[in-house]
Nanobody, 122 residues
C-alpha cells in the first residue's frame, strides 16, 4: 500500500505564503525501487481537480502555468516527503490540495492523500 498524508494548509491573506508537506509511507512505496513521481493537485468548489505541480523521480519538476514562478515543488527522498512552497498566493488558489503518487512507468497517479484546505482571503 501507499499512504500519503498532507499537512500545512490553512488561511492566509492574498500575497502571503504557505508550505504544504506530504509524507509517503507503506510497503508498496518502500519496496518499489524504480522511483516515484510525487505531485500536487487541487480542487476548488464547483470545479474539477486540476494539476498543480509534480516532482519527477529523476529530479525534474513540472508546473501548471497558473502557478509557475509562484510555487516551488521539492522533495526529501530520505524522509519520503514532498513539499509545495506557495508564494504570492491569490484568492483563486483557494482549494483543497491533494498529494498524489505515481510509480515510474505507471500511466496515472494511482495513490492519493486526503487533502488539505488552503484558503486565500482577499
Amino acid at each position: 500500500q501507499v499512504q500519503l498524508v498532507e499537512s500545512g494548509g490553512g488561511l492566509v491573506q492574498a500575497g502571503g505564503s504557505l508550505r504544504l508537506s506530504c509524507e509517503a509511507s507503506g510497503r508498496t512505496f518502500s519496496s518499489y525501487s524504480l522511483g516515484w513521481n510525487l505531485g500536487w493537485f487541487r480542487q476548488a468548489p464547483g470545479k474539477e481537480r486540476e494539476f498543480v505541480a509534480a516532482s519527477i523521480w529523476s529530479g525534474g519538476a513540472l508546473y501548471a502555468d497558473s502557478v509557475k514562478g509562484r510555487f516551488t515543488i521539492s522533495r526529501d527522498n530520505a524522509k519520503n516527503t514532498v513539499y509545495l512552497q506557495m508564494n504570492s498566493l491569490k484568492p483563486e488558489d483557494t482549494a483543497v490540495y491533494y498529494c498524489a503518487a505515481r510509480a515510474r512507468g505507471a500511466e496515472k497517479f494511482g495513490y492519493w492523500g486526503q487533502g488539505t484546505q488552503v484558503t486565500v482571503s482577499s
